[in-house]
């Protein structure tokens, strides 16, 4: 157990649908990356908060957006979905501001778009 | 921004042999090097890492090289194991000045054959 908690674990949705996923990062951890897993693609870098700012950003689609709460935990929301959005999205958090260490991640949300 | 080349995409070893990972990296100004193994249907967690003022790591089975020069970083897991059956994942980062994330590499899928 990484410590890291994704909520839901799986998602179907239709496309054009709009959907949140949620991450509770590791106690005493300020900061979150998302990251969008898919078949072909690997581990693909959408977004970094630390301590409720916006950090750093990766390959994001506009149509996607974020937030870290300050309670830490945070959310990832998509919208107009697509059947190409069908991917495991993971979060991950650690204690730095910089990915210079160990990233721990959660188990993941599983998100199907019909 | 950082890009990360992983080779190959698909291993297949006889137990007992040693497996060779490698990757190579874009931006000479990444410093941290880590490698994730991801087992089906599980989150990836950190197997090993490097900085870039190390040249090898070793941790019982698995090792790390790095040239900076070449710009390249590989892992080597000897006696591979059943066990060692899964995804592995390079990464770079830059680590320094203003935050950002972990570029991954597309993961090599290791097959160990009985």
């Known amino acids: 157990d990484s410590g890291v908690t994704q909520t839901p674990k799986h998602l179907i949705t239709a496309t054009g649908q709009r959907v949140t996923l949620r991450c509770s990062p590791r106690?005493?951890?300020?900061?979150v990356y998302w990251y969008q897993q898919s078949l072909d693609q690997g581990l693909q870098f959408l977004i970094q908060y630390y301590n409720g700012e916006e950090r750093a950003k990766g390959n994001i689609l506009e149509r996607f957006s974020a937030q870290q709460f300050p309670d830490l935990h945070s959310e990832l929301n998509l919208s107009s979905l697509e059947l190409g959005d069908s991917a495991l999205y993971f979060c991950?958090?650690?204690?730095?501001?910089?990915?210079?260490?160990?990233?721990?991640f959660g188990e993941g949300s599983r998100l199907t778009v019909l | 921004g950082e890009n990360v080349e992983q080779h190959p995409s698909t291993l297949s070893v006889q137990e007992g042999d040693s497996a060779v990972i490698k990757c190579t990296y874009s931006d000479s100004a990444s410093n941290y090097f880590p490698w994730y193994k991801q087992e089906l249907g599980k989150r990836p967690q950190l197997i090993i890492d490097i900085r870039s003022n190390v040249g090898e790591k070793k941790d019982q089975r698995i090792a790390v090289t790095l040239n900076k020069t070449a710009k390249h970083f590989s892992l080597h897991i000897t006696e591979t194991q059943p066990e060692d059956s899964a995804v592995y994942f390079c990464a770079a980062s830059i680590g320094r000045g203003g935050a950002d994330g972990l570029t991954f590499g597309k993961g090599t899928h290791l097959i160990i054959q009985p």
């Open positions: 991950a958090s650690t204690d730095s501001l910089h990915a210079a260490g160990e990233l721990f």
């Open positions: 106690s005493g951890d300020l900061s």
